[in-house]
């Protein structure tokens, strides 16, 4: 009987767990788990929303500069 209840909380834990791994938090921003759908689907993973001031020239300086990075290392190889 003993054995029952384990496998029971065992499998109530698991099925708790995975469900968390698909939720969002209040932000809307996936968790960690969903990340690998997000090479199968970047679109679902694109935020959306407005940016916070400063925020879209800083987002823009960024990606520049992260594509120079990625260039420079490829132009290494």
Same mark, same amino acid.
């Given at each position: 009987? &003993?054995? /029952?209840?384990?496998? /029971? !909380?065992?499998?109530?834990? +698991?099925?708790?767990?995975?469900?968390?791994? @698909?939720?969002?938090? =209040?932000?809307? +921003? =996936?968790?960690? !788990? &969903?990340?690998? $759908? @997000?090479? +199968? =689907?970047? =679109?679902? @993973? !694109? %935020?959306?929303?407005? %940016?916070?001031?400063?925020?879209?020239? %800083?987002?823009? *300086?960024?990606? /520049?500069? $992260?594509? *120079?990075? *990625? !260039?420079?290392? $490829?132009?290494?190889?």
């Amino acid at each position: 009987m &003993s054995t /029952r209840i384990f496998i /029971r !909380l065992g499998a109530a834990s +698991v099925l708790a767990i995975l469900m968390s791994g @698909c939720a969002s938090d =209040s932000t809307g +921003v =996936s968790t960690a !788990l &969903s990340k690998p $759908l @997000c090479a +199968v =689907s970047p =679109s679902s @993973c !694109l %935020y959306d929303g407005a %940016y916070e001031p400063g925020e879209a020239a %800083y987002a823009e *300086q960024e990606a /520049r500069r $992260l594509n *120079q990075a *990625q !260039l420079s290392r $490829l132009r290494g190889m």
